[in-house]
């Protein structure tokens, strides 16, 4: 079977619910984060976005992306289980890279969490590494 032909853009305000409920199947969502508010502050900019792919108009992948000025990261990459091995993943990896360089940033990283190590031969197929640092983190009071 031929692979349905996409498109990606950026994200708009319309497209929160369809993008959240992709995370959400993706088992991306995690408890101590707010998705929809990861969504929108995202999509507000202007050192960030979420690229989603449609198909049919429905989104089938996404990837936040966002940068620091000197490094940028790779947030929420999602691929429909259905649609998964039909380079939606990886086409979305290229487009978040190419924004990316769009904006003079030269690094990309991100995080995979230990309950989803599975997803990193994908990450190394398209060039990643492991990175050996220590990640140190601390939860601010809001």
């Given at each position: 079977m031929m692979p349905m032909p996409f498109h990606i853009r950026d994200a708009t305000a319309e497209d929160e619910d369809q993008v959240i409920a992709l995370w959400r199947i993706c088992g991306l969502v995690a408890l101590h984060n707010d998705p929809f508010a990861d969504?929108?502050?995202?999509?507000?900019?202007?050192?960030?976005?979420?690229?989603?792919?449609?198909a049919d108009d429905l989104i089938v992948a996404s990837a936040m992306v966002g940068h620091d000025g000197h490094r940028g990261w790779l947030y929420y990459v999602a691929c429909a289980p259905g649609r998964r091995r039909e380079g939606l993943g990886s086409s979305v990896v290229a487009a978040g890279e190419k924004w990316l360089c769009a904006r003079g940033v030269a690094k990309v990283q991100l995080m995979v969490r230990q309950t989803n190590a599975a997803v990193v031969p994908f990450y190394e197929q398209l060039g990643y590494e492991d990175m050996p640092r220590v990640l140190m983190s601390k939860w601010l009071g809001t």
């Open positions: 969504f929108r502050f995202a999509v507000a900019g202007p050192a960030s976005t979420v690229l989603v792919a449609l």
